[in-house]
Nanobody, 122 residues
């Protein structure tokens, strides 16, 4: 399975971009998927995760209530709807997949997309 993240770009603070993570190759309906982000000069951090069925989601405290993760297994795609964007949300966003349950640690994920940059202007 290969992951392709897209949807980043320049967004104004308060904006609502949607990131997509498309999987190619084998179906990834059996994978849990997470979004991580890496702000400039900082470590990669967990943003949100979703179980293989979509029935369970989890969020970092910093984005809870503003971001929503969802998936469409028929389209092999996971989404991250980002609302009320803040300047501190500016980062490279990565999607990652694992056959295990959702985890907040990057090391648990063995499949990674290439990252998409979200730049937030104030």
């Amino acid at each position: 399975v290969q992951l392709q993240a897209s949807g980043g770009g320049l967004v104004q603070a308060g904006g609502s971009p949607r990131l997509s993570c498309a999987a190619s190759g084998r179906t990834f309906s059996s994978y849990s998927v997470a979004w991580f982000r890496q702000p400039p000069g900082k470590e990669r951090e967990f943003v949100a995760g979703i179980s293989w069925s979509g029935g369970s989601t989890s969020y970092a405290i910093s984005v809870k209530g503003r971001f929503t993760i969802s998936r469409d297994n028929a389209k092999n795609t996971v989404y991250l709807q980002m609302n009320s964007l803040k300047t501190e949300d500016m980062a490279v966003y990565y999607c990652a997949a694992s056959t295990n349950v959702v985890a907040t640690t990057p090391a648990y994920y063995d499949l990674w997309g290439q990252g998409t940059l979200v730049t937030v202007s104030s």
